[in-house]
């Protein structure tokens, strides 16, 4: 079956007004497919690390995966290789539900070894884009990229990323939006100094997925920042 594919206010998509604080990145509209319901009725967390993740890393990104995906929980990620693939792979091997929010427009696959996996996702459960068909795909749209997944995320997992990740660029960009940033308790044996920088600024370490379960809101319900 091929995908179809539609276009909507970011308002249409998260089923609520955006707030100033969320509004001044957010795109003017997104390019969806797939069969997920609109607006979102479940929790999403987005799971994000390296391209070039340790076996560690993958196999902790998928239990985290494993774990939310049991409770209901949406898994949104970037569709980039290694934690992202592992994350949205998880999802959907525990009957799950999983989001992949795309650096490129939707008619075009990177990485191309995720091409089948993108295509799946954008026919079972969906695939979204703020880059129009005829966009030539620039270094910048990833990081543009990042700043969508965080607000259409009620909260970040962040997993074996390096010191300069693409992935760290949504840890500032949930932070700004009040959304709960959490770090991977193994971070923080990487000798990194990031990790412990960002505790101070509101972050918390994740020792079990379960901790987090509690933070997130029912259905149907989303943070509101205060004005």
Do not use: C
Not at 143 to 161: G, Q
Not at 187 to 198: A, G, I, L, R
């Amino acid at each position: 079956m091929q995908a179809k594919y539609r276009h909507l206010s970011i308002e249409e998509l998260l089923g609520h007004p955006l707030n100033d604080i969320e509004s001044k990145y957010a795109p003017l509209q997104v390019f969806i497919s797939g069969s997920m319901e609109i607006p979102f009725a479940a929790p999403r967390v987005s799971i994000v690390g390296s391209r070039q993740a340790s076996s560690d890393a993958l196999n902790r990104a998928k239990e985290i995966a494993k774990i939310l995906v049991r409770n209901g929980v949406i898994i949104v990620s970037g569709l980039a290789r290694g934690v992202d693939t592992a994350a949205h792979m998880a999802a959907i091997e525990n009957k799950g539900r999983t989001i992949a929010v795309l650096g490129t427009p939707l008619n075009r696959f990177y990485p191309p070894e995720n091409s089948e996996l993108q295509k799946l996702i954008m026919r079972e459960h969906l695939a979204i884009s703020q880059f129009g068909f005829t966009r030539t795909t620039q270094r910048k749209d990833f990081v543009i990229r990042n700043r969508t997944m965080a607000l259409i995320s009620d909260a970040t997992i962040i997993t074996e990323p390096g010191e300069d990740s693409g992935a760290l660029s949504q840890r500032w960009e949930t932070l700004r939006l009040a959304r709960p940033l959490y770090i991977s308790k193994e971070v923080f044996n990487k000798q990194m100094s990031w990790p412990y920088k960002m505790l101070r600024y509101g972050a918390m370490k994740l020792e079990n997925p379960d901790e987090l379960l509690d933070e997130l809101p029912p259905p149907g319900m989303e943070y509101k920042i205060p004005s």
